[in-house]
DNA sequence: AATAATTTGTATCTAAAAGATATATTTAGA
DNA sequence: TCTAAATATATCTTTTAGATACAAATTATT
């Protein structure tokens, strides 16, 4: 037990925790509902499946076997599978992986690519602002049915991290767009002189 | 040209692009002043520096080669090299990548193991706020000296990235070990009755 | 009803990246 | 002088991201 895992692993118990799942659908809900902080790959699903599954932490579920001619494998967690998962909650976190590539752009530009770095950013503003209101959907979804799952309070302080993130993003994208603006003019006064 | 590149490669370009590196500088820059946004291993830097080498992009640098003994190799951005990277700087911006396993462990949490959550977000809370002091110090550190760097504006706009980041942290912590404590006294008031 | 397009589902392959480790040199301090 | 820490290059393994292939089932279109 208890030998260090990939992190699909945790993913793949921590869902099945709740309900039965297949392959398929745990890549969507991770996709729907984890993919402001986390994300899976097929690549990385499927194998895991059946490496938990010769560990006997998952096994195929026979309850929600094939009905007629469906092709689809859903998965429910063991009692080990439960135990593995327990450890992993308490063992120490790991730090954060972040990359953003806009920001690396941003620190090898300079002033001359102002124009692309605005463009940049307004495509990036867009893009959480989109994300953002996706979410705050769920999130008042989850606010109307409460106990439809089991662990809503934890979903909404993770929703909430989520919030604060796109605000921070928001505020971020004004004011940069507002300095590369002032660069962009300040350019052009340069060069009608 | 314009090759598809690992991002690595875009890194080292970057900083070449500023003054001539080492291998271990350059990861010891990315280290001090990227790490809250990027990172880079020592096994994607050496090999990457061979390869961008043999592709003409950058050069061992003759003019600091080692004076004495020092077995420090210096490298240097070429022409080629240079039109890499403004390329690249204009190409679309990869979507962020982010991994909270802290989030993970949450969101598969309940009410029993708050406890341990809040030992998490504590810890949590913490190490945020050292990161975010350390780079407090380097942004008034660049803030004295205007004009070290040629992009100095662009470097503070990144910083301020960080800023609005880390206060989201800070205000997601205090929120979230408020919440979990609550948790932690309703249950006890359970099992008390 | 036939066809086309989309969604569901399982699976694998490659390239990229993270993280660990090995090793040697150089510098600073006790 | 010996030791510890910092500098420096290098490689190896595991994990992850992303792309792709393929087939069945469902839905939409004509």
């Known amino acids: 037990?208890?030998?260090?895992?990939?992190?699909?692993?945790?993913?793949?118990?921590?869902?099945?925790?709740?309900?039965?799942?297949?392959?398929?659908?745990?890549?969507?809900?991770?996709?729907?509902?984890?993919?402001?902080?986390?994300?899976?790959?097929?690549?990385?699903?499927?194998?895991?499946?059946?490496?938990?599954?010769?560990e006997g932490l998952i096994a195929v579920s026979s309850a929600d076997r094939p009905v007629y001619s469906k092709q689809s494998i859903k998965y429910e967690i063991t009692e080990p599978g439960r135990l593995e998962l327990q450890e992993w909650l308490k063992s120490p976190v790991e730090k954060e992986l972040i990359r953003f590539e806009i920001l690396l752009k941003l620190y090898f530009s300079n002033a001359n690519s102002s124009d692309t770095m605005l463009e940049h950013v307004k495509e990036f503003q867009t893009s959480h602002l989109?994300?953002?209101?996706?979410?705050?959907?769920?999130?008042?979804?989850?606010?109307?049915?409460?106990?439809?799952?089991?662990?809503?309070?934890?979903?909404?302080?993770?929703?909430?991290?989520?919030?604060?993130?796109w605000e921070a993003y928001a505020a971020w994208s004004e004011e940069t767009l507002r300095l590369l603006e002032q660069n962009i003019t300040a350019q052009e006064d340069d060069t009608d002189e």
Chains 1, 2 share one sequence.
């Open 130 to 165: 989109r994300q953002q209101q996706l979410f705050q959907q769920f999130e008042a979804q989850l606010k109307q049915n409460i106990d439809v799952h089991s662990n809503h309070r934890q979903i909404l302080m993770v929703l909430s991290f989520g919030q604060k993130m």
């Open 1 to 54: 037990m208890s030998s260090k895992k990939n992190k699909t692993s945790y993913v793949i118990l921590g869902l099945l925790n709740e309900e039965n799942l297949s392959g398929y659908e745990i890549k969507r809900i991770v996709d729907d509902r984890l993919s402001f902080f986390w994300n899976e790959s097929f690549g990385q699903i499927y194998p895991e499946l059946k490496r938990l599954t010769s």
